[in-house]
């Protein structure tokens, strides 16, 4: 089970960060990644941590995104810093095990302009 928690309401520049918690210990996953769903628009990838120890990021959050993990809290975290409008969405954590895909409960993040 994932618990997914930090979202909020943040005016346009400002800072959250998001966490994703495993009920189980997340060092035995091959990926972890946050998605966001945004109103209309179809889920999308925003950040990626795999084991081999790279952080894939889509295009749009380059810079101004950081995914982290800390194991010993199995946690997934994700860092947004000088957030937009356009960040406005739910965000979804996910980790991968194998075949199997655990999706937390998405997290509300609006950005007020």
């Known amino acids: 089970q994932l618990q997914a928690s930090g979202g909020g309401l943040v005016q346009a520049g400002g800072s959250l960060r998001l966490s994703c918690t495993a009920s189980?210990?997340?060092?035995?996953?091959?990926?972890l990644a946050w998605y966001r769903q945004a109103p209309g628009k179809q889920r999308e990838s925003v950040a990626t941590f795999t084991n081999s120890g790279s952080a894939n990021y889509a295009d749009s959050v380059k810079g101004q995104f950081t995914i982290s993990r800390d194991n010993a809290k199995n946690t997934v975290y994700l860092q947004m810093n000088n957030l937009k409008s356009e960040d406005t969405a739910i965000y979804y954590c996910?980790?991968?095990?194998?075949?199997?895909?655990?999706w937390g409960r998405g997290t509300q993040v609006t950005v007020s302009s």
């Open positions: 996910k980790l991968v095990s194998g075949k199997a895909v655990y």
């Open positions: 189980r210990t997340i060092f035995s996953f091959s990926a």
